[in-house]
């Protein structure tokens, strides 16, 4: 099975921070990479696919890089609604497995 | 607006049996496929079980395989998961998200439903 490692596990930060989470695949996934945002109580919401590619709706201060083995979710002016918990998804392969999550707080 | 609802969580004894529902609206049920993920309490999420928009193709993770059993009923527009010799470590949030177009990546999910399995 392929590794998804998530760095940091948690990110303290203050509305308005420039702020990268970075995802690790144990082997090439290419570009086929998802980003979720999670909040208690809510369904979770898809922000990137194909590593690069916002959904629809999403604010464009989410943005997402990289192929292969490496990846990073950036929020370009960390807003209010944005103190969730994410996670990457490689979906390479099947079972596409998630990461364990970064949880960005208030700091 | 698409909507995803679960239902049928709850709490049950180890060894025992649960039928997770999941309820779509406001999209064409049967051109999807279908994922059930989890989430245990303070953990990441899981993968579960994945079935084709006409139910040919069914996978399950390593962890449920033999026990759960994911099924569909399009004229119903619902998603279901059968659950059973229930384990203390499948105590999760279950929730049902939609594969886009077999894509891999899931675009909608309902809000879940917990599971708890206890003595």
């Known amino acids: 099975d392929i590794q998804m490692t998530q760095s940091p596990s948690t990110l303290s930060a203050s509305v308005g921070d420039r702020v990268t989470i970075t995802c690790r695949a144990s082997q090439s996934v290419s570009t086929w990479l998802a980003w979720y945002q999670l909040k208690p109580g809510k369904a979770p919401k898809l922000l990137i696919y194909k590593a690069s590619t916002l959904e629809g709706g999403v604010p464009s201060r989410f943005s997402g890089s990289g192929s292969g083995t490496e990846f990073a979710l950036t929020i370009s002016s960390l807003q209010p609604d944005d103190f969730a918990t994410y996670y990457c998804q490689q979906y390479n392969s099947l079972s596409g497995t998630f990461g364990q999550g970064t949880k960005v707080e208030v700091k | 607006e698409v909507q995803l609802v679960e239902s049928g969580g709850g709490l049950v004894q180890p060894g025992g049996s649960l039928r997770l529902s999941c309820a779509g609206s406001?999209?064409?049920?049967?051109?999807?496929?279908f994922n059930w993920v989890r989430q245990a309490p303070g953990k990441g999420l899981e993968w579960v079980s994945y079935?084709?928009?006409?139910?040919?193709?069914?996978y399950y993770a390593d962890s449920v395989k033999g026990r759960f059993t994911i099924s569909r009923d399009n004229a119903k527009n619902s998603l279901y998961l059968q659950m059973n010799s229930l384990r203390v470590e499948d105590t999760a949030i279950y929730y049902c998200?939609?594969?886009?177009?077999?894509?891999?990546?899931?675009?909608?999910w309902g809000q879940g439903t917990l599971v708890t399995v206890s003595s």
């Open positions: 998200a939609r594969d886009r177009a077999a894509s891999g990546y899931f675009d909608f």
């Open positions: 079935i084709s928009s006409g139910d040919s193709v069914i």
């Open positions: 406001g999209f064409t049920f049967s051109s999807y496929e």
